[in-house]
């Protein structure tokens, strides 16, 4: 069982950064891949970026180049920093844990989400 709460949204200019974090509980978080999700008013949710637990990262095409995803296993925390910000990054951001992939049924947790907006 892993829990997360995320943190570190808010309202940004276009062009600016925020550095999302993610806290995992569970002594098992080290096995799980992470991976961060958005979810825009009207739209469904879609995948952003993924970390494996080994490091191994992998992006959503729209975000390549601005997002970073990181974590650090000895704290069980994961972050995303991103740099760049365009209005239509404007969404809830999640952070999930689970067995890989860029898809959410690939992810069985869930954190509740921390609303991001870029303002033009």
């Known amino acids: 069982q892993v829990q997360l709460v995320e943190s570190g949204g808010g309202l940004v200019q276009a062009g600016g950064s925020l550095r999302l974090s993610c806290a995992a509980s569970?002594?098992?978080?080290?096995?799980?891949?992470m991976g961060w999700f958005r979810q825009a008013p009207g739209k469904e949710r879609e995948f952003v970026a993924r970390i494996s637990w080994s490091g191994s990262t992998y992006y959503a095409d729209s975000v390549k180049g601005r997002f970073t995803i990181s974590r650090d296993n000895a704290k069980n925390m994961v972050y995303l920093q991103m740099n760049s910000l365009k209005p239509e990054d404007t969404a809830v951001y999640y952070c999930?844990?689970?067995?890989?992939?860029?898809?959410?049924?690939?992810?069985?947790?869930w954190g509740q989400g921390t609303q991001v907006t870029v303002s033009s």
């Open positions: 999930a844990a689970g067995v890989s992939g860029s898809t959410v049924k690939s992810y069985a947790y």
């Open positions: 569970g002594r098992t978080f080290s096995t799980y891949a």
